[in-house]
């Protein structure tokens, strides 16, 4: 990095006015024979992410101030003001809490319900950072105005020490508090003149509006949700150390008793659930439609002498399995996390002696474990913590391979297969996140793109990175298209499967990119995406599953900013499942 800014430098004209110092600013010496020769009097700086001081701002500002600049030095950018919302959202506080689960049997409706060590748990302290941008009104209620929550002033000295602040908040509609949305701004220049916000959309006009994937929003789950009144104020707690940031609710009555000088804990995961299942994990769980879908396939293969085994992370399904009619249930668990967290469920439940967990690994699962059992229904979502793109969820078919010798002649196997689709695109923005930038601000830094393109030559230009698309708007070019199908009723083959051809452009647009997702045939008739859940409108714009990330493939034309002689009618495809790894390669072409 370091040597790019020198060559940048030099193309520039500036390499006798420019020094560049290759060193953490915590290490950077000044004197006659330091780094500086003597204090600065400007501070220049970048030192932000979507929660302002999650890179370690604090720290280093306070550090610049005691050893590298003068007193009343003038930093760019001047001050950030950290701003907060209350609202309610049943879908954000989704990704957070589990609620409880309706099954319809055939002997009446059961709810599945989390233990009270998870329902009392805060969750994780990390940031929930998204593109709040992306959520409609409708989907969450607004309890309070905007206030300012804190501000820095970067021009004088920091202080990193861990501290709260305090603001007062007159809700403007009664409701759940459960969520605080978060942003910042940060004025360039002493006078404000010169300000970049990342408000979202409904407080500052879209016109004013800025595409940014490096500085997003907040979203902050308070400890337990809490009844607000219209009128009636309360009091929200913003604590902080050098890296992070957590609120607490108070009622106005409150306040004497917790002064904002008074040290709220950092929030921490007690019940491990927080720990098993990310935000979005939670909200996928939570989906009633996808629980319904997995209900009704489980009801047509399930039988009242059925013995089932459940592969899959710390998943309801062998609940469902039980409550369904299933016999004796079985679940394999590989982590000593869902081996805790399952048993808990179970016991919240009354299950403990109904399910019987197994922690090992598909290969080393023996008769004992099964009680000397044959396994007639094999389940799974499929979902494993360790997946980042949607074909690594197919290690359900190598653990159905490995128990083979443990599953009845007849077994039913759900989901009895998988398949890969895949569709063209144009994105409304993502694309930007791989276009080299050429000359900015009128300064030439094709060094810095050639430096990240021979990177992503080295391997990731050939490989597809994982996006929550329901954060990236995009519209299709192509219709959706089924490229490799893999049969779970059968063994993972010893050869790699392939697949060649072509999908026509149907729309006009840039073809960014092809987006890949996984379907799962539960049964012959039912179906659960990964990925497209519908193409809205006939101008292509796409739905996603906003529980899962889909598989992005940026083509090379983004990359090197190629303008295409004549505009593609179709692209061509090859893509490979390397069935040793478990890996898909795959190439694409713009014809």
Same mark, same amino acid.
């Given at each position: 990095?370091?040597?790019?800014?020198?060559?940048?430098?030099?193309?520039?004209?500036?390499?006798?006015?420019?020094?560049?110092?290759?060193?953490?600013?915590?290490?950077?010496?000044?004197?006659?024979?330091?780094?500086?020769?003597?204090?600065?009097?400007?501070?220049?700086?970048?030192?932000?992410?979507?929660?302002?001081?999650?890179?370690?701002?604090?720290?280093?500002?306070?550090?610049?101030?005691?050893?590298?600049?003068?007193?009343?030095?003038?930093?760019?950018?001047?001050?950030?003001?950290?701003?907060? *919302?209350?609202?309610?959202?049943?879908?954000?506080?989704?990704?957070?809490?589990?609620?409880?689960?309706?099954?319809?049997?055939?002997?009446?409706?059961?709810?599945?319900?989390?233990?009270?060590?998870?329902?009392?748990?805060?969750?994780?302290?990390?940031?929930?950072?998204?593109?709040?941008?992306?959520?409609?009104?409708?989907?969450?209620?607004?309890?309070?105005?905007?206030?300012?929550?804190?501000?820095?002033?970067?021009?004088?000295?920091?202080?990193?020490?861990?501290?709260?602040?305090?603001?007062?908040?007159?809700?403007?509609?009664?409701?759940?508090? *459960?969520?605080?949305?978060?942003?910042?701004?940060?004025?360039?220049?002493?006078?404000?003149?010169?300000?970049? &916000?990342?408000?979202?959309?409904?407080?500052?006009?879209?016109?004013?509006?800025?595409?940014?994937?490096?500085?997003?929003?907040?979203?902050?789950?308070?400890?337990?949700?809490?009844?607000?009144?219209?009128?009636?104020?309360?009091?929200?707690?913003?604590?902080?150390?050098?890296?992070?940031?957590?609120? &607490?609710?108070?009622?106005?009555?409150?306040?004497?008793?917790?002064?904002?000088?008074?040290?709220?804990?950092?929030?921490?995961?007690?019940?491990?659930?927080?720990?098993?299942?990310?935000?979005?994990?939670?909200?996928?769980?939570?989906?009633?439609?996808?629980?319904? *879908?997995?209900?009704?396939?489980?009801?047509?293969?399930?039988?009242?002498?059925?013995?089932?085994?459940?592969?899959?992370?710390?998943?309801?399904?062998?609940?469902?399995?039980?409550?369904?009619?299933?016999?004796?249930?079985?679940?394999?668990?590989?982590?000593?996390?869902?081996?805790?967290?399952?048993?808990?469920?179970?016991?919240?439940?009354?299950?403990?002696?109904?399910?019987?967990?197994?922690?090992?690994?598909?290969?080393?699962? &023996?008769?004992?474990?099964?009680?000397?059992?044959?396994?007639?229904?094999?389940?799974?979502?499929?979902?494993?913590?360790?997946?980042?793109?949607?074909?690594?969820?197919?290690?359900?078919?190598?653990?159905?391979?490995?128990?083979?010798?443990?599953?009845?002649?007849?077994?039913?196997?759900?989901?009895?297969?998988?398949?890969?689709?895949?569709?063209?695109?144009?994105?409304?923005?993502?694309?930007?996140?791989?276009?080299?930038?050429?000359?900015?601000?009128?300064?030439?830094? *094709?060094?810095?793109?050639?430096?990240?393109?021979?990177?992503?030559?080295?391997?990731?230009?050939?490989?597809?990175?994982?996006?929550?698309?329901?954060?990236?708007?995009?519209?299709?070019?192509?219709?959706?298209?089924?490229?490799?199908?893999?049969?779970?009723?059968?063994?993972?083959?010893?050869?790699?499967?392939?697949?060649?051809?072509?999908?026509?452009?149907?729309?006009?647009?840039?073809?960014?990119?092809?987006?890949?997702?996984?379907?799962?045939?539960?049964?012959?008739?039912?179906?659960?995406?990964?990925?497209?859940?519908?193409?809205?409108?006939?101008?292509?714009?796409?739905?996603?599953?906003?529980?899962?990330?889909?598989?992005?493939?940026?083509?090379?034309?983004?990359?090197?900013?190629? &303008?295409?002689?004549?505009?593609?009618?179709?692209?061509?495809?090859?893509?490979?499942?390397?069935?040793?790894?478990?890996?898909?390669?795959?190439?694409?072409?713009?014809?």
């Amino acid at each position: 990095m370091a040597n790019a800014a020198v060559k940048i430098v030099e193309k520039n004209g500036f390499g006798d006015k420019i020094k560049v110092i290759n060193k953490h600013s915590t290490e950077v010496t000044v004197g006659p024979d330091g780094d500086m020769q003597c204090r600065a009097n400007i501070l220049v700086t970048e030192l932000f992410d979507t929660e302002l001081i999650g890179e370690g701002a604090l720290p280093t500002y306070e550090h610049a101030h005691k050893y590298l600049v003068q007193e009343g030095c003038e930093a760019v950018p001047h001050r950030a003001t950290v701003y907060v *919302q209350l609202v309610e959202s049943k879908r954000m506080w989704s990704w957070n809490k589990l609620f409880p689960v309706h099954v319809e049997a055939e002997d009446g409706e059961k709810i599945i319900v989390s233990p009270s060590e998870m329902e009392n748990c805060p969750g994780v302290p990390s940031v929930c950072d998204i593109q709040l941008n992306q959520m409609p009104s409708s989907d969450f209620t607004i309890l309070s105005d905007v206030v300012t929550m804190f501000s820095v002033d970067f021009s004088k000295p920091v202080r990193s020490a861990s501290t709260c602040y305090r603001a007062q908040l007159d809700p403007v509609k009664s409701g759940k508090a *459960q969520i605080v949305l978060s942003w910042w701004d940060i004025d360039m220049d002493p006078s404000g003149t010169i300000n970049c &916000t990342m408000a979202p959309y409904w407080v500052k006009p879209m016109s004013a509006f800025q595409w940014r994937d490096h500085w997003m929003q907040c979203v902050y789950f308070l400890p337990k949700e809490e009844q607000v009144l219209q009128g009636e104020k309360v009091h929200l707690t913003a604590c902080r150390d050098e890296y992070s940031v957590w609120y &607490t609710l108070q009622k106005a009555r409150e306040e004497d008793e917790n002064k904002a000088d008074a040290r709220v804990e950092s929030p921490v995961c007690r019940c491990q659930a927080h720990l098993l299942w990310n935000r979005p994990r939670f909200g996928e769980l939570n989906d009633q439609n996808r629980t319904r *879908q997995y209900t009704k396939s489980l009801m047509s293969v399930l039988r009242t002498d059925s013995v089932c085994l459940c592969i899959s992370d710390g998943s309801l399904l062998p609940v469902l399995a039980h409550y369904l009619g299933a016999e004796q249930v079985f679940t394999l668990e590989n982590s000593a996390v869902s081996c805790s967290v399952m048993k808990k469920f179970f016991k919240a439940n009354h299950l403990e002696d109904k399910i019987k967990i197994v922690e090992a690994r598909p290969e080393l699962l &023996t008769s004992s474990h099964l009680e000397d059992k044959k396994i007639s229904v094999l389940v799974g979502e499929p979902f494993f913590t360790t997946s980042l793109l949607p074909w690594h969820n197919l290690y359900f078919w190598y653990a159905r391979t490995a128990v083979t010798e443990h599953l009845a002649s007849g077994v039913t196997v759900l989901p009895q297969s998988a398949a890969l689709h895949m569709m063209i695109v144009e994105f409304q923005d993502l694309w930007r996140i791989r276009s080299p930038c050429g000359t900015c601000e009128g300064f030439d830094v *094709q060094t810095m793109d050639d430096m990240i393109k021979n990177s992503l030559n080295f391997r990731e230009s050939k490989e597809a990175e994982p996006h929550p698309l329901w954060e990236y708007p995009c519209k299709s070019l192509s219709n959706p298209q089924e490229v490799l199908l893999f049969d779970f009723r059968k063994t993972v083959p010893q050869h790699c499967l392939s697949t060649e051809g072509s999908v026509n452009l149907l729309r006009k647009g840039k073809s960014h990119g092809a987006v890949l997702w996984m379907e799962y045939h539960l049964t012959a008739d039912i179906s659960v995406s990964t990925g497209l859940m519908q193409i809205s409108n006939e101008k292509g714009n796409c739905e996603w599953n906003p529980h899962c990330k889909q598989a992005v493939y940026f083509f090379s034309s983004v990359i090197e900013s190629e &303008t295409l002689a004549d505009v593609p009618t179709a692209v061509t495809y090859a893509i490979k499942f390397d069935t040793k790894t478990g890996e898909i390669a795959m190439d694409f072409k713009l014809l």
